[in-house]
């Protein structure tokens, strides 16, 4: 893969193959974030679940105690009599049948969707392209609900949403560049014990196999998971 100069140079500071402390890592990640916007630290976590199996697919959310310093979009699917409910309560967009034709014809000016259980049907029609970005809403995520208000609110408040990829790996931002490396850290742990409670019983071996952490345009710094797991309760 071709890379920037820029990344280049960052990359080149790095020692190859050495796993950081939590903290050190979230410096250096901050360190590396060179690029003119401010950039979103995002972590992978690599667990050793295997998401073929449904009792093994990790899916939760998670309130990070510094947020991600992003102003989160929120579309809610619903019918017209909760439209204004909706808007009053800060959602972005609310309704039915136009936001289903605008997904279909490929709009997703949205972070997050919620939608009362009652147009869950008609969301159906959405899935196929909803799912494989994520934003697909569901009861086990908070976001299908009769109570729009505390589900708009949670997720404005910085509320996100997760789950494994295919190959059993997390990438989940936790917060900016700009963010005091102690924010980051703080929200790094607050991330790592919801994974941690979340381990299957059926999961054997290794569960938390690899953590790394990057910037939007910066390299991927190894962390070591013993420093990053020790302070966990």
Known sequence: ???????????????PGVELELLEAVEAVKKFATAKFDETVEI??????D????DQM?????????G?????????????????????????????????EKIQGGWFEFDSAI????????????GKVLGPRGLMPNPKTGTV?????????????????????RYGILHIPVGKASFEAKKLEENISALLLTVQRLRPSTAKGLY??????????????????????????
């Open 51 to 54: 998401p073929r199996h449904a």
């Open 58 to 66: 990790i899916r939760s959310t998670v309130s990070l105690p510094h």
């Open 1 to 15: 893969m071709k890379h920037s100069r820029r990344y280049d140079e960052v990359k080149a500071k790095q020692e």
């Open 44 to 49: 992978s976590i690599n667990l050793g679940v």
């Open 145 to 165: 609900t009769a109570d729009i208000v505390k589900a708009i609110e949670e997720v404005k408040a910085g509320r996100l949403s997760f789950r494994v990829d």
């Open 68 to 100: 991600i310093g992003k102003t989160v979009r929120v579309l809610v699917l619903c019918k017209e009599d909760r439209v204004q409910d909706a808007l009053d309560a800060g959602a972005d967009y609310a309704g039915l049948d136009e936001y289903v």
């Open 208 to 233: 938390f196999k690899g953590i790394s952490l990057a910037s939007t345009m910066g390299p991927g710094v190894p962390v070591n998971r013993t420093s990053a797991l020790s302070s966990l309760r």
């Open 115 to 126: 939608a009362t259980p009652d147009v869950m049907p008609m969301v159906g029609r959405i």
